[in-house]
């Protein structure tokens, strides 16, 4: 089996539609794949719509959170969608991206950056989870930087940049807390992705584990060999479940699905634990709660 439990659509930052998304999915030759947009469960009724026979869909969700200051990304999967506290939480969370949004491309513009927030809403588009990507993008479009990567940089919009600006984010150990109330298991999105800004310590992610943490994202291509391996150690000492996944984008990024894979075993121990939902193979088997955005 090749399973792929990290992927985005046009319902938070990615480029593909969650239909176009399931379908790449299954050319790509994937058995199964998670739709984990940024605080939303927006794209999984049309996702499951679409689903080509032959192909799994992990239902989840990318929450944002922080931890000692750091800024993280925390995979919530197969959760019971119509939770109340934790929907409630993805409504504050997806809520305060817009305001969050503005203000960065004010702080561009002052900056003698001319982008404009309508465009960058447009990106987003009408459903989307607005988010810094589509800033980038925006940025790309003006000739500012080369590539989406380009303008997560001190310089520009990467953490502490000086056109970055904080947003309402879940503390890590309440969001793998309230993950589980939902029925659902947690894991530790690119935890060591330096290059994407400060990151936790091996403290903080045995402080995890002891709170509750299901897996820890391994293989992903912001970890290097020896990052990868440091990983894969930890894992096994703080009795995590170590995944893989693309953190597939469409265009907006490199990635392609399934270039990095999660172990059958692995991902038959994650849906073993959930109890909010299951892995869907038709949309007869979309959870409740899940067919409106929350």
Not at 102 to 113: F, H, I, K, W
Not at 134 to 151: F, N, P, Q, W, Y
Not at 262 to 286: I, N
């Amino acid at each position: 089996m090749r399973i792929d439990l990290h992927a985005h659509s046009t319902a938070s930052d990615g480029t593909d539609s969650p239909a176009e998304l399931v379908r790449a999915a299954a050319a790509a030759g994937l058995d199964v794949v998670a739709l984990t947009d940024h605080d939303t469960v927006a794209g999984h009724a049309e996702a499951l719509a679409a689903l080509p026979p032959g192909l799994t869909l992990v239902t989840g969700t990318e929450f944002s959170c922080r931890l000692g200051g750091v800024s993280l990304h925390m995979l919530g999967y197969l959760f019971d969608p119509a939770e109340p506290v934790l929907a409630r939480e993805r409504e504050l969370l997806r809520d305060d991206r817009v305001p969050r949004a503005r203000r960065m491309v004010e702080l561009l513009r002052e900056g003698g950056v001319e982008i404009d927030f309508e465009r960058v809403r447009e990106l987003a588009g009408p459903d989307g989870s607005i988010g810094r990507p589509h800033i980038a993008t925006a940025m790309v479009e003006a000739g500012v930087v080369a590539t989406v990567s380009d303008a997560f940089t001190p310089e520009w919009i990467g953490d502490g940049g000086r056109a970055h600006t904080g947003k309402h984010e879940l503390d890590a150990v309440e969001a793998v807390r309230r993950i589980h109330a939902a029925g659902g298991v947690a894991v530790f999105a690119h935890p060591f992705a330096a290059s994407r800004g400060p990151i936790v310590t091996e403290a903080d992610l045995a402080a995890l584990a002891e709170a509750g943490l299901d897996g820890v994202e391994v293989d992903h291509l912001d970890h290097d060999p020896a990052t990868r391996d440091r990983l894969r150690s930890l894992a096994k000492e703080l009795d995590l479940l170590p995944t893989g996944s693309s953190d597939y984008h469409g265009a907006r990024k490199t990635a392609a699905l399934g270039d990095c894979t999660t172990d059958p075993a692995v991902y038959e121990a994650l849906v073993a634990r959930a109890t909010g939902a299951r892995p869907a193979t038709t949309a007869a088997d979309l959870p409740q709660g899940a067919e409106h955005p929350a």
